[in-house]
């Protein structure tokens, strides 16, 4: 189980920042970047997992002591959610100016900077 | 009763309220909003450096104590070390607000709402407790920054360095948080004294080394190390003056803050064996960063790219310095970044007179012409010496302890004349270039196949109102607050002890969880001795003499060539190219790391 879950979010991280590295489209290439940040997801949710266990939230059914899913994975996993949300945007408001401005979103053919 | 989170809160409420005010349409309510946040910061920190003495401030927000075998709390813990960063940083951001008011006039109350919020994300990152908490201010104050770098967003350059710059940094936050991630599954915990405590008892195993190097690399991506350094020409050489003020004066520090402070409390108790081969794999690293940056300077002449460069190369040197992994090393790092944080922020504002006169950057074809601007060479003139590392700045200072450091650890005896060179190149750099355009000196910049469009048109007066006096005067006051640093009684005395402090991590867990006061040894430090003033003096007139040189026309030897614009090739400004090295230099660390450090 554990096992399969690092290995997952290894290639999440992997095949997302492969995707970034060879992006010809800055949308593409934005979304590459969240392939790459959910793999952050999958690892804070898999290493709180727990088999068996149920959402660590105590009520008439759950009480302290039953078995739950760790509960400051998955907080961290919702913020993460929401600093990825600002990024992105921020990401594609750039792209959308770029679009409007000089009529292309590939990466190569902004290149104003070099050297 | 600690006012910690005063400090942070304080500004953010004031970019609330700045926002607010937009339906005003005025720019002043907008100004004063931000200067009263950042004022209010700057106060709130010293206060706070006060209250926390030598000793630790704890604050489990919301009350959530450590109770035994759980810490489910978030926690904020003020050091000396933190606390002053944490000054610093709101201290630099007063002027820095007070030209933003002047300069970006476009949006005023996004622009300063933003500003203060960046501010307010770096106080909060040098005061944080946990590794979470210190991961989302990391982002916030990325945010922040990657919106005010794209500021001039109708433009090409600045829209694609902002762009650069949040895609890099982005994926070196991801880097990071996985790192987190791996070492919240091995241990359960993210508060940094719980994990130091833990770690020391289980040991480390090769997950928990891998989760090191996954964060460090996080936060030398932010740092700008060699190879993750390729964003910072892009982001630092279009942002916007009052920007790049912090950018070059606290955020790329603020990396290898990150650094340090996790090593020595989390990984420290548990990787402490292992010093030698980390040291010589960070110290190795800055010397690579240091003398890149300082070869990038000397090759640039675009002038707002090579103070970038410049920074590079500086960063190369604390991360020397914070690589020695001891107290001399520390609080050498904290005076020199401190001091030339000021300096390079002065020269920023220096190079902003020209930029916003002659609206181009290009040192051939500013050729001669701040002739007529003798104050903003007199400042460029002084805080270029001082980057050589001229006493009494605080720079050499700082660079005397990072010698002393140096020199104390066998077989490091050698890495003082390298950093001594480094501050001497950057230092020729600016040099040259200042005798080029406020003086007409030697011949003009050769043309820049690499370097911004430039054709040989005449170069228009833009903008005069730029030569009023709060330009450059805030820089004469940033040179001068650097002098002043430097000759602060007790400067060298009171960083030590923090540093003693921040590097005793039984100390601070100590101080963290069972509320004792951590009483670190005040270690035997001493001011700049006689091999510091002679290094000095070497590297300031090998400043001189390689400026002199540099100025006549094809100093550069021919051999060389073809290296420097290999190397420049680098920076292609395509952001896949550059997380492409990100991604190389990952493996390669996280490589070494396991293999060395289990």
Known sequence: ?115 | MTIAPLTFLVPIFAACVVVLTAPLDRRWPALAGALGGVTAATVLCAVLLGQVGGGLEVLWLGGWSPQPGMSIGIALAVDPFGAGLALFTAALAIPATLLGGWLLTGTPHQVSAIFVLFVAAMIAFCLSGDLFTLFVFFELMSVCAYVLVGYRVRERAPLEGALTFAITNSVGAIVLLFGIGLLYGETGQLNLAVLGRTLADTGANTTVVVAFALIAVGFLVKAAAVPFHLWLDDAYAVAPTPVCILLAGVFSELGLYGLARVWWTVFEPALGDHAPQLRAILVALGLATALTGAALALAQHHLQRMLANVTIAHVGIGLVAVGMLDVDGLAGAAIFLVGDGLVKAALFTCVGVLQHRYDIADVRALHGRGRDLRPVAVVYGVAALAVCGLPPFGSFTGRALIEDAALKQPGYAWVPALLALTSALAGAALLRAGARVFAGWGERAPVDPLGEADEDEDVQVADDWALRPWMWGTGAVLVAASLAWGLLPGLVGATARAAAAFTDASGYAAAVLDGRAVSALPPPVHGPGATAFLYAAGSVGLALAVAAYGLRAGALPSAARPIVDRVRALHSGHPGDYVAWGALGTTVLTALFALTLT
Do not use: N
Not at chain 1, 13 to 32: A, D, E, F, P, Q
Not at chain 1, 65 to 94: E, K
């Open chain 1, 1 to 115: 189980m554990t096992a399969v879950t690092y290995g997952v979010a290894a290639w999440l991280l992997v095949i997302g920042i492969y995707g970034v590295v060879t992006s010809r489209h800055l949308v593409h290439l934005v979304v590459c970047l969240g392939v790459a940040q959910a793999s952050t997801y999958v690892l804070l949710l898999g290493v709180g997992y727990r088999v068996g266990a149920t959402a660590p939230i105590y009520s008439t059914t759950v009480h302290p002591g039953d078995p739950v899913v760790d509960p400051v994975v998955q907080a961290l996993t919702l913020t993460d959610v929401v600093v990825q949300a600002t990024v992105t945007a921020v990401l594609l408001a750039l792209t959308i100016q770029a679009h409007k401005r000089f009529g292309t979103a590939d990466p190569d053919e902004l290149a104003a900077l070099r050297g």
